[in-house]
């Protein structure tokens, strides 16, 4: 028995700004630093908002813990588990940064110096002056972090049992699997008021001097969970395999749900409201926008001996070819059913109801991929104030299989020289590979596929190591 411990601590502090230019939202305070400023927005000096506006996470100790153990003692079976918590720096803080410390009142001045003119020009100036806007506009966007931010983390583990099969070739399985907290989502705060209203998307809302309110929360969570298994030949006789598979299962409530359009969570939220946080959350929990159920990889490579023993025509002839390939093939991504019409009156993510499992009974053709018939609408006269029932990431998208081959051949030039011709296909047989579906109900491409990735592609190519 082996055992590989240890720990590790970090501190990720928050980014500031020399001239304190950051800004945060804190519902119902009013800044001290900018008085001019709406209520809400407020500033590196204000009461509890620090440099950086959010607190820095110092709490961040992260144990590992790994063991091997050999089973009989002749190293052919052995069992490998581990756990581990791992810290991450904030995806996207650099541009936060950047971004905010060009927030109101702050602006951007460009001065361009035109050179003497030395004789009157007929045209008119294509560069009018500066126009001055008030500091803070009436419908100001806020994207930044929540107040009260903590640093994302991942647990990992894995339980492996290896087993050596001969001389040659090696098998392996095992459960892996990782669990999220604290993950980064953008959540809305500001939704509009749900009144009818002739333009609900930019009707009032709940802080009029905003229009989106959309701080960052550390609340979503992930969990993965996998059935592994390999099996490996090891090089003999210029020939090495390796063959995978993987059953897998990532669950989350955060997956693109952080990029616009119609991308973000049905509900609103309330800061400070962990209840609303939960509930909000709990809509979008489902399959990840990157669960791959199946997933299988066999490659291989077959290098011809130099035949070095044997005369020059037969070495130029026969010897230093190989010959290398890639079969892969996997199940669909997921994805999500949006209703185009505000019938929430939030102006937020809108689903319609789900009447059956779409993805039975669908023709599985570009022109039908899964059954809309299962999707039933929603409209504003009739289901004002409603949310639909369909869970995020309900419908799955088309899966793919490709081979990928390539054959080299080596011509020595030199014991530290060599040259190297290389033909290369890649998705050999032109196998097809679907984009997802359109996913917007009532649209005429709804359920309908419109794009695939390109086709086979030849490509020959020369190589000289030196």
């Not at 939704?191 to 709940?206: A, D, H, K, S």
């Not at 209840?275 to 077959?302: N, P, Q, T, W």
């Amino acid at each position: 028995m082996t055992l590989n411990y240890g720990v590790r601590y970090e501190v990720n502090q928050p980014f500031a700004e020399s001239q304190n230019h950051l800004n945060a939202f804190h519902p119902g305070q009013q800044s001290t630093v900018f008085a001019n400023a709406p209520t809400g927005l407020v500033y590196p000096g204000d009461a509890g908002v620090p440099a950086g506006t959010y607190p820095t996470d110092r709490n961040n100790v992260a144990p590992r813990l790994a063991a091997v153990w050999d089973v009989r003692g002749d190293g052919r079976t052995a069992v490998r588990g581990a756990w581990g918590l791992f810290y991450d720096t904030l995806p996207g803080q650099g541009d936060f940064f950047q971004n905010g410390t060009l927030a109101p009142p702050f602006q951007p001045l460009t001065e361009v110096n035109f050179p003497l003119q030395m004789a009157s020009s007929p045209f008119a100036d294509p560069l009018q002056g500066v126009t001055g806007t008030p500091g803070f506009p009436a419908g100001l966007i806020f994207i930044g972090w929540g107040p009260e931010f903590a640093t994302p983390v991942v647990q990992q583990y894995n339980l492996t049992l290896q087993q050596q099969v001969g001389d040659h070739w090696g098998l392996e399985i095992g459960y892996v699997g990782s669990r999220g907290k604290n993950l980064p989502i953008f959540m809305e705060v500001n939704p509009t008021i749900p009144i009818l209203t002739p333009t609900p998307r930019i009707g009032p809302r709940l802080f009029p001097a905003f229009s989106l309110v959309r701080p960052t929360f550390s609340a979503a969570e992930s969990w993965y969970d996998s059935l592994q298994g390999s099996a490996r030949m090891r090089p003999w006789r210029g020939l090495n395999v390796l063959a995978s598979y993987t059953l897998g299962h990532a669950v989350d409530d955060v997956s693109g749900l952080n990029i616009g359009g119609e991308s973000r969570p049905m509900l609103p939220v309330t800061i400070g409201d962990e209840a609303s946080i939960d509930a909000a959350l709990a809509r979008e929990r489902g399959d990840a926008l990157f669960d791959v159920r199946h997933r299988f990889v066999l490659s291989f490579g077959y290098v011809l001996p130099v035949l070095s023993d044997r005369g020059a025509a037969m070495r130029l002839a026969l010897g230093g070819w190989q010959m290398n390939g890639i079969i892969q093939g996997q199940t669909g991504f997921p994805l999500t059913v949006v209703e185009p019409n505000n019938v929430s009156l939030t102006s937020l993510t809108n689903r319609p109801n789900m009447t059956c499992d779409p993805n039975a009974g669908g023709a599985r053709t570009t022109a039908q991929w899964f059954n809309t018939t299962c999707f039933q609408r929603l409209t504003v006269a009739a289901n004002a104030g409603q949310l639909g029932d369909e869970p995020r990431n309900a419908v799955r998208g088309p899966g793919f299989s490709r081979t990928d081959v390539s054959l080299f051949k080596n011509f020595a030039v030199t014991r530290s020289q060599q040259v190297q011709l290389r033909l290369e296909a890649f998705n050999v047989f032109n196998q097809e590979r679907f984009g997802q579906p359109g996913a917007t109900a009532g649209s005429p491409t709804f359920g309908v596929i419109t794009s695939a990735d390109e086709g086979r592609i030849v490509q020959i190519g020369v190589k000289y190591t030196f």
